[in-house]
């Protein structure tokens, strides 16, 4: 079982920065991919980011341009780092460790962007 952990979130102001990170209690290198989720209220949940085990990124439109996920494996962490924030972007952010066999889930960090 490995244990996801997320922090960075908080309340910022629309045009400000955020840098999410995910800890995990295991090799993250074990996972196809890793991913940033978020749920707003009365939305489902969806996915922005993506990073597979070659490295390579992958985006959703809302994200492309302004945010960017990287990944550390001698840390066993993953980042989000959020520019340009908007009040659209407010909602519960998820990290996501996923395999052919295995699922697993953060517990969320809450983003509010307001003024």
């Known amino acids: 079982q490995v244990q996801l952990v997320e922090s960075g979130g908080g309340l910022v102001q629309p045009g400000g920065s955020l840098r999410l990170s995910c800890a995990a209690s295991?090799?993250?290198?074990?996972?196809?991919?890793m991913g940033w989720y978020r749920q707003a209220p009365d939305k489902e949940r969806e996915l922005v980011a993506v990073?597979?085990?070659?490295?390579?990124?992958q985006y959703a439109d809302s994200a492309k341009g302004r945010w960017v996920m990287s990944r550390d494996n001698a840390k066993n962490t993953v980042s989000l780092q959020m520019n340009s924030l908007e009040p659209e972007d407010t909602a519960v952010y998820y990290c996501?460790?996923?395999?052919?066999?295995?699922?697993?889930w953060g517990q969320g960090t809450q983003v509010t962007v307001s003024s």
């Open positions: 990073v597979f085990r070659s490295g390579t990124t």
């Open positions: 295991g090799n993250i290198f074990s996972f196809d991919y």
């Open positions: 996501n460790a996923k395999s052919l066999t295995t699922n697993y």
